[in-house]
């Protein structure tokens, strides 16, 4: 047990909300839990900070946030804020600035909770999505030449390695191994069309899966994998995909499995050289801000998530293990999942059962 330095960024939309019900869940843990305690550092970054300074973090946003032993993140975007704008502001620098290069995004399908599938039980839909997570589809390499004439012209360009490709592969047949379920890793690319990038990554995937003998693989092409998503969820086990096509396919895994509500994600440096990040997939949702009833639980499992990552899986299990519960009563739910209670009473009930589950 320690104490853990942690920045908080609350950021835009939902985020300030949801983010609180995670903080209210780490305090109730170090409550309880000897020798286990979290000082905070919040940062008011976000939209409102772009109003007012022209920037949505500071020029040492970075080196403010370096000390930190992990980073807690609600959301980020608005309304009259181009999305590139917000998202090329804050959260993708954090990325790459830190080489967060691995992103794990899970979809469980969890007891109590009903997939818009017909057929699916609970735990018929439990995958894992390893999302490469600082270059690929999102790398910012590119221009515009001749703009707001006949002759414009816009170069958006890929950008693969091999240390980051090989970097999230291996991270998907290590937790494929840990895992021990289905023992199956699935590449998706698109690389009948793609000929040099993903051909690129389909190398690379092999080469990395004749070290792990043991381990089933399949590649498929991203329509071929959306497909099976909705048509044979329960396939599927650990899935590693590029920066844009984890990004998708991790969003349908989470309607799948019930709500974008329930989708917790972690943004790892592998090397541990710089702090990881821990968010809720959902984003700002702007249409419910204010309203007090955002789902806080993909928050909540992010913070697992972090539990584990700062080498606390008791507490992560006991977090895991409260949400669980949460959903299996399905007394206390949001709107989401078909509930009438607020983020607070999910909040408060997560708590509860931390204690008394």
């Keep these: 047990m320690a104490e853990y330095k942690l920045a908080v960024i609350p950021g835009d939309g939902v985020g300030p909300e949801v983010v609180a019900e995670g903080r209210k869940v780490l305090d109730a843990l170090a409550a309880d839990t000897p020798g286990l305690s979290f000082r905070y550092t919040e940062f008011p970054w976000g939209s409102d900070y772009y109003r007012e300074t022209g920037a949505l973090m500071p020029e040492d946003g970075l080196e403010l946030l370096s000390p930190s032993d992990a980073i807690l993140f609600g959301a980020v975007g608005d309304p009259d804020i181009p999305d590139h704008v917000t998202l090329h502001g804050l ?4 990325r790459r600035g830190f080489d967060q290069g691995v992103c794990i995004r899970p979809a469980y399908l969890y007891p109590g909770v009903t997939s818009p599938l017909t ?6 839909i439990d995958m894992v999505i390893f999302r490469e997570n600082t270059e690929g589809e999102y790398a910012p390499v590119g221009g515009r030449l001749y703009p707001g004439t006949p002759h414009e012209t816009v170069i958006q360009s890929n950008v693969f390695t ?7 592969i291996r991270a998907a047949f290590e937790n494929c191994v840990r895992r021990n379920k289905k023992n199956k890793v699935t590449s998706v690319t698109k690389s009948n069309a793609q000929a040099f990038g ?3 990554w389909d190398e690379v995937f092999q080469d990395v899966a004749a070290e792990y003998p043991q381990v089933e693989t399949e590649s498929l092409l991203v329509d071929r994998a959306c497909m099976d998503f909705v048509r044979w969820p329960e396939s599927f086990d650990v899935v590693v995909a590029s920066n844009l096509f984890g990004d998708i396919l991790s969003d349908i895994a989470a309607v799948v499995t019930g709500s974008m509500g329930l989708a917790p994600s972690a943004n790892i440096n592998p090397e541990r050289q710089h702090p990881s990040m821990f968010e809720p ?3 700002a949702a702007f249409d419910i801000v204010g309203r007090g009833i955002a789902n806080p639980l993909a928050t909540i499992s992010a913070v697992a998530m972090m539990l584990d990552h700062l080498g ?3 507490a992560a299990l006991r977090v895991d293990a409260a949400v669980a519960l949460c959903l299996q009563e399905g007394q206390v739910l949001t709107p989401d999942l078909g509930g009438e209670a607020t983020t607070v009473q999910v909040g408060d009930l997560v708590v509860h059962m931390l204690s008394h589950g």
Excluded: W
């Design 162 to 168: 091999r240390r980051g490709t090989e970097r999230i």
């Design 91 to 94: 959260l993708l620098p954090m």
């Design 119 to 124: 057929g699916k039980r609970a735990g018929d």
């Design 281 to 283: 997939v959902h984003g």
């Design 312 to 314: 606390e899986p008791e």
């Design 198 to 200: 993903m051909v690129f």
